[in-house]
């Protein structure tokens, strides 16, 4: 691959990446009921606004699951995974294979986001415990509907909160589960975002 095509992956994969990002958080942070008075949510909003209000009309929310920011993550990573298939000189991917390893990769994109949330929840717990800090609140909001059932099965340990650890075993165990799926789908470790 020539220097050219490395950079251009490189950027592709950092544009696409974010996209799919600012588009999960979005639908996370309305799943978890975050408070959208959060500049942060506030900032997030507005970015994704232009793409997510017009596709809105057309597909309404179900329930508090924001279909159309899940629609727009499912597009990015499409296009980049399509983009990326012409950079390596694949052609075109079948739709359907096409639909398949972008749901992979939003998967695998929802893992590693929620795996960096809980390993920056732990870092600010070290150093900023109770702080008033908007990053620091919606990370709290977001890592704690998956960290509270294993809170109520683990038995206290002296202020030692044991739950990120076996949090993480599930993402591990997730993302090893997926792994083989992209695999058997044909799929190409390099072709999904986060992967």
């Known amino acids: ?23 999960l ?13 959060n500049p942060i ?8 606004n232009p793409l997510v209000i017009p596709l809105r009309k057309i597909i309404p929310s179900v329930g508090i699951v924001d279909t159309a920011s899940l629609l727009l993550a499912l597009i990015a990573q499409a296009l980049g995974i399509t983009l990326l298939f012409q950079i390596y ?8 294979q096409l ?10 994109a929802v893992l590693n986001l929620y795996f960096f949330a809980i390993i920056g929840n732990i870092i600010l717990s ?12 919606i990370l709290h909001q977001i890592t704690e509907p998956v960290m509270a059932p294993f809170r109520k099965l683990l038995p206290a340990m002296g202020g030692l909160d044991l739950s990120p650890i076996f949090v ?21 470790p390099a072709l999904v975002m986060g992967l």
């Open 1 to 23: 691959m020539s220097a050219a095509a490395e950079i251009t992956t490189m950027l592709l994969n950092t544009l696409v990446s974010l996209a799919i990002a600012a588009f």
């Open 25 to 37: 958080l979005r639908m996370i942070l309305q799943l978890v009921r975050a408070d959208f008075y």
């Open 41 to 48: 949510c506030q900032f997030l909003v507005k970015a994704t």
């Open 89 to 96: 000189g694949g052609g075109f991917p079948n739709p359907l």
């Open 99 to 108: 639909i398949m390893w972008s749901v992979i990769g939003l998967c695998s």
């Open 126 to 137: 070290w150093v900023a415990r109770g702080t008033s800090n908007p990053g620091a609140q």
């Open 168 to 188: 993480f075993l599930c993402i591990n165990v997730l993302e090893v589960m997926l792994r083989h799926v992209a695999a058997s789908a044909g799929l190409h």
